[in-house]
């Protein structure tokens, strides 16, 4: 019997065939993360799959691309990380993918623009910029205005990612516009910027500040606020796997996938 990840009451029955599966074979397993694994144990797509994602999804969707193979035995889920923007184009090229997930609406917009999705995209989360420097702070950043402090080498994101979009937004409602020494195609590619020392503050999102660690410091800053970047995630016309591509779409904007994204702290669309 094949089944797929759907929510709603087919999520529940798959729950609940779970944990039969898991009462069947006597699992004395009872720590949160095995308990995970096995509770979606019950899907059954399989075959391989390629997302195309964005840069800031990365330690996420890792994390439920092996909890998918686990539920799904047999199945592989290959990933492509980059700018939101790069991705939209590759696929605008003729670049081959199952699903594509975007930082942002307007570059999903590209992508269903071209004919290239399947169905409609669901919104799954949210993300807001903060401010991330050496650890410790050795600039004394504190506020947005410090970014343009003389002697304060800054790293943003281009204009055409959407981190750099939301940079912009924030650099509108601020009136402050920065002169950053370099404009990154990736928002990891700004995070790298500042913990390998080639600059004193970058602007990245705050899950990636969070993902980093004691690598960086980060600096919150109320404009913020005026730049949330919604994420989409839509099957791709050209999958050659539709049944795993909606089975890996359920997964993010089920509940097991939303409570992977907000442990990481993403919010909620």
Known sequence: MK?????GTTGVAAAALGLALVTGCGSNDDD?????????????EGGDITVFAAASLKGTFTELGEMFETANPGSHVEFSFAGSSDLAAQLDQGATADVFASADTNNMTKVVDA??????????????????????????I???????REGT?????????????????VEAASGVDLTPVSEE????DVLNKVTAGQADAGLVYVTDAAGAGDKVTAVAFPEAAQAVNTYPIAALS???????AQGFIDLVTGPEGQAVLAKAGFAQP
């Open 32 to 44: 949160s993360a095995s308990g995970s694994a096995e509770s979606t144990s019950a899907s059954a």
């Open 238 to 244: 050209a999958s050659k796997n539709p049944e795993a």
């Open 142 to 148: 504190t506020s947005f205005a410090d970014l343009n």
């Open 153 to 169: 080498l800054v790293v943003t994101c281009a204009p055409q990612v959407p981190c750099g979009s939301a940079t912009q937004k």
């Open 185 to 188: 195609s990736s928002v990891t």
């Open 3 to 7: 089944m797929s990840w759907r929510r």
């Open 115 to 140: 004919g290239l999705v399947e169905g409609s995209p669901a919104n799954f989360a949210t993300n807001t910029l903060t401010i991330v420097t050496a650890p410790g702070n050795p600039k004394g």
